[in-house]
């Protein structure tokens, strides 16, 4: 089973800043198949990116992902109003699939 | 737009089968290249993948709950189902319904998600 760690399991940071955040994982992740989650309260989860580095529709483009093997970041460059909120990782490409534990980013 | 919408009892026994019912809006169901599943969120803790479906009916479980999960699903509806047997408070979580997109690995992520239902497991 391919174990996910996110870092830091908090940040806290202020409107105009840019965030980076960090998922390791135990094995190396097949093919870059990563994808990078959005949560918050009340709300449907949304899909960030994909396959590591591949913005999924509709997201701003200050969102942005990279890395492979067992490194992967996602990068907020200019943090907005509603970017606050638990980001989560997950793979999919091997069984089980699994998830990262998730990082709070919260208003500085 | 499309819409996913969770239903369900809120509260379940324990030792009981936990039963949840995704209805999705839009004709992506009868399309083919989109698979649907289930993930999980106990309260303060985070993600768990239960398990998905696709429109023929072949599935994948999380090896982890397989033994106590089936997902089956009614095209004609536009619906998929989870059902959970002999839960236990381990099994009190918001629960997503999702729609997913398959990897050349054979395994998924979600594209589109559900608002989520929260189910109690409690006597």
């Known amino acids: 089973e391919i174990v996910l760690t996110q870092s830091p399991g908090t940040l806290s940071l202020s409107p105009g800043e840019r965030a980076t955040l960090s998922c390791r994982a135990s094995q190396t992740v097949s093919s870059s198949y990563l994808v990078w989650y959005q949560l918050k309260p009340g709300q449907a989860p949304r899909i960030l990116i994909y396959g590591a580095s591949s913005r999924a529709t509709g997201i701003p483009d200050r969102f942005s992902g990279s890395g492979s093997g067992t490194d992967f970041t996602l990068t907020i460059s200019r943090l907005e109003p509603e970017d606050f909120a638990v980001y989560y990782c997950q793979q999919y490409g091997s069984s089980p699939i699994t998830f990262g534990q998730g990082t709070r980013l919260e208003i500085k | 737009q499309l819409l996913l919408q969770e239903s369900g009892p809120g509260l379940v026994k324990p030792s009981e089968t936990l039963s949840l019912t995704c209805t999705v809006s839009a004709d992506s169901f009868s399309n083919t290249f989109y698979y649907w599943g289930w993930i999980r969120q106990p309260p303060g803790k985070g993600l768990e993948w239960i398990g998905s479906?696709?429109?023929?009916?072949?599935?994948y479980y999380n090896p982890s709950l397989k033994s106590r999960v089936t997902i089956s699903v009614d095209t004609s509806k536009n619906q998929f189902s989870l059902q959970l047997s002999s839960v236990t408070a381990a099994d009190t979580a918001v629960y997503y319904c999702?729609?997913?997109?398959?990897?050349?690995?054979?395994?998924?992520?979600?594209?589109?998600w559900g608002q989520g239902a929260l189910v109690t497991v409690s006597s």
């Open positions: 999702a729609r997913l997109r398959r990897s050349y690995s054979g395994y998924d992520y979600a594209d589109y």
């Open positions: 479906i696709y429109y023929t009916g072949s599935t």
